[in-house]
């Protein structure tokens, strides 16, 4: 039965920061534990969007590949979409004054969820981070420029999580949502984006799985300094 | 099947730290997830340890009780001991060099690691936390005045955990250990021990399952100030 109060994660910002890019669980393994979510690939190449069980790569040329089951994934976030979630009708609200209401109507603070709209976008902005090569650089670094991609009048599907602020370093604190268009040819990590009519629903989850590359040797010894990974993030990721 | 992979957490000290400290999962609940483990009980009525599925509530007299599984737990982490453990010999050892030994040896500091010692001590020292009335203060107050134990020359078992700093406020970063002694009239949080001779193993933990008491009204309402978490975690832990 599929568990549809849990967010499984695999991986942490914290290691991105750290510049740990590599992939270290099979996308197949990585599908056992839900249907939906965001991520990134191995070496940090590009935005991952699941949906409906079927992974996305939005790649720094703007293109968008189905992943392979044997891709290596170094972090992302899956739950199993609950397909009887109350659904809401939102018409003509752009990204801050959808957050603010998604936040404040669910009293989100405190707690795990995930969001799902699926709808038309007048506009849609979106984010690219590109592959790295080894070395890695840190993730202060290898977003220092990052590719955009703008549509307008498109159709498709966000697909995101709010995660509370404790678990920031773990995850992105806040909201954090990523878009694939129905043509499954634009997409990426949402900049901004004007929703013109769409159905949003929310899905309240109580646990975290954090799962860690216990076997990793760079993970293993890896040293962070926490001090910076807050603001490190806050560079990278805003 | 047991999963001998994960550490359970219900609450958090964050929750602990604002005043949360009412009970939100029952023991019976918790221990489906785990056979061994530390936490607090509702009203932080004192040290909560768990050995072989049997959940030893130490309160501020210092007298010890088995919990009834109807008893309400606000913040606590189990998992399955893997008795297969390999398992080392030690020696003529106090606490901070042994907490120095093991993380060094397993190179902990970046995942989780449960901890079992049973052993004789020479010297084991505890504080229990003292049972709090509504309305609830502060964690920092709560902690002001603790009880302290001590014992010379007694036979028991060490219950802890190492965790990743990364999850600070989430859970205590580093080691926290609690006590019981064979007779199961003596324990508590660890101050500080002297280890005679004992048999200390450690179980590596790939996952951390983070649960939340998203029905609990209070903790859904809560203001945290996440900064001022982690100065108030070090003034009450430490
Ligand atoms: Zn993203
Ligand atoms: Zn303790």
């Given at each position: 039965m599929k568990d549809l109060t849990t967010v499984y994660q695999h991986g942490t910002l914290a290691m991105l920061v750290a510049?740990?890019?590599?992939?270290?669980?099979p996308l197949s393994e990585l599908l056992t534990h839900g249907d939906s979510g965001i991520g990134t690939a191995d070496s940090l190449d590009g935005e991952l969007v699941i949906v409906d069980g079927k992974a996305y790569q939005v790649r720094e040329s703007g293109e968008v590949v189905e992943m392979t089951p044997d891709t290596k994934i170094p972090f992302a976030s899956v739950h199993y979409d609950d397909v009887d979630a109350e659904q809401t009708h939102i018409e003509n609200m752009n990204d801050r004054q959808l957050q603010e209401r998604l936040i404040k109507d669910h009293n989100m603070f405190n707690v795990f969820y995930a969001i799902k709209i699926t709808g038309t976008f007048s506009h849609m902005h979106t984010r690219v981070v590109p592959r790295q090569e080894k070395p890695y650089p840190k993730l202060t670094v290898a977003t220092k420029v990052q590719p955009e991609f703008e549509q307008d009048q498109v159709h498709g599907t966000i697909v995101g999580y709010f995660m509370p602020y404790l678990f920031l370093g773990a995850a992105v604190g806040g909201i954090h949502w990523h878009f694939i268009n129905d043509a499954r040819d634009f997409g990426g990590h949402i900049l901004d984006f004007q929703l013109a009519s769409g159905d949003v629903s929310v899905q309240v989850l109580e646990n975290l799985n954090q799962h860690l590359p216990v076997n990793n040797t760079p993970f293993r010894d890896a040293q962070m300094n926490l001090q910076q990974v807050g603001d490190e993030i806050n560079e990278a990721e805003h």
């Open positions: 510049g740990l890019f590599e992939g270290t669980m």
